[in-house]
């Protein structure tokens, strides 16, 4: 069995990545920049923005925290993002999910910019990106698909399952898996039978929520099993795949903490950088 090394791939992207920045910063004269507005205090969204930063400056990029407390006002927000819109060192904006409840999330997404839009969370993105065309991607499932690709480079024909169709990772994962020709089924809660289902993929996408829900006996000898979940248990940190049962039978399998989590900030550099790509055509 291949142990899929998020960790790795994520720092070869990162490398490549900063040599792509240096070249840029040659050509242009300026550097890509990328501003996180983070609402509140909730810890772990402080941790997501603290890595962000980290691994946005070890890369080249220009790089923003903008802080606002809980109570901050909608308007205020919204103010804030039209003026990065209109800024030209700003070539990626995201605002850290979740918001407070008092924000409207969606018109927090429909503000930014579609071309600075990193997360790939704008209707517009969404939209290109299942018409086929250039598009921002969401992070997970682009750093879930870079990791796919390692293993399988011609996917063209193959059968995979997305367990879970949320915005954030299952939709965006079943686009970017049909583009490359795969035939895909995308499963949720109302899924009939979801070992069934699981039994026939070569590749399992699994953005669930739900600890070690796929067991060893629904995936069948040389699947591709890609594991997003990152869920919290008395046992440490778990994904939605059973890790010891599943990698008995997978071809390949990414572990959790270590797979698919250090791709998903990588990608962001990536989007931060593609923006600035596309703003200087
Ligand atoms: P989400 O928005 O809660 O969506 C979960 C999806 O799973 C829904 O579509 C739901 O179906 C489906 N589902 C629930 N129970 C199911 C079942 N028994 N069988 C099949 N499908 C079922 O979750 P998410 O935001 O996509 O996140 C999924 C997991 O990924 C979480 O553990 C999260 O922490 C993790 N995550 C990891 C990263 C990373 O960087 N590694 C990034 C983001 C999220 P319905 O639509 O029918 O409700």
């Not at 790089?63 to 819109?85: F, R």
């Not at 008995?248 to 959790?256: D, E, F, I």
Request: aromatic share 2%; hydrophobic share 35%; with cysteine.
């Amino acid at each position: 069995m291949i142990l899929i090394d998020g960790k790795k791939a994520a720092a070869e992207l990162r490398a490549d990545l900063k040599q792509e920045v240096a070249q840029l910063k040659s050509k242009h004269n300026k550097v890509p920049g990328l501003t996180v507005i983070l609402i509140g205090d909730l810890t772990p969204s402080q941790i997501y923005v603290r890595n962000k930063e980290k691994s946005a400056n070890e890369v080249g990029l220009k790089s923003e925290v903008i802080k606002y407390p809980d109570s901050v006002e909608e308007k205020t927000v919204l103010e804030k993002i039209q003026e990065l819109n209109s800024d030209e060192t700003v070539s990626g904006i995201l605002v850290q999910l979740p918001l407070p409840k008092h924000i409207d999330k969606q018109k927090v997404i429909e503000a930014i910019d579609p071309s600075k839009d990193v997360d790939g969370f704008h209707p517009m993105n969404v939209g290109n990106l299942s018409s086929g065309y250039e598009s921002s991607i969401p992070c997970t499932p682009l750093g879930c698909y870079l990791l796919i690709k390692k293993i399988e480079p011609n996917l063209s024909g193959k059968k995979a399952v997305v367990v879970g169709r949320s915005n954030l990772n299952g939709k965006p994962m079943t686009q970017l898996l049909l583009k490359e020709n795969c035939t895909v089924t995308i499963t949720h809660s109302k899924t009939k039978d979801l070992k069934a289902e699981c039994l026939e993929a070569d590749i399992i996408v699994a953005a669930v929520g739900i600890p070690e829900l796929v067991r060893g006996d629904w995936v069948k000898k040389d699947a591709v099993v890609i594991d997003v979940g990152i869920n919290k248990t008395d046992d440490g940190i778990v994904g939605d795949v059973h890790f010891d049962e599943v990698s008995k039978n997978a071809k390949a399998l990414t572990p959790v903490p270590g797979g698919v989590g250090p791709m998903t900030i990588a990608c962001l550099l990536k989007n931060t950088i593609d923006c600035f790509k596309r703003s200087q055509i």
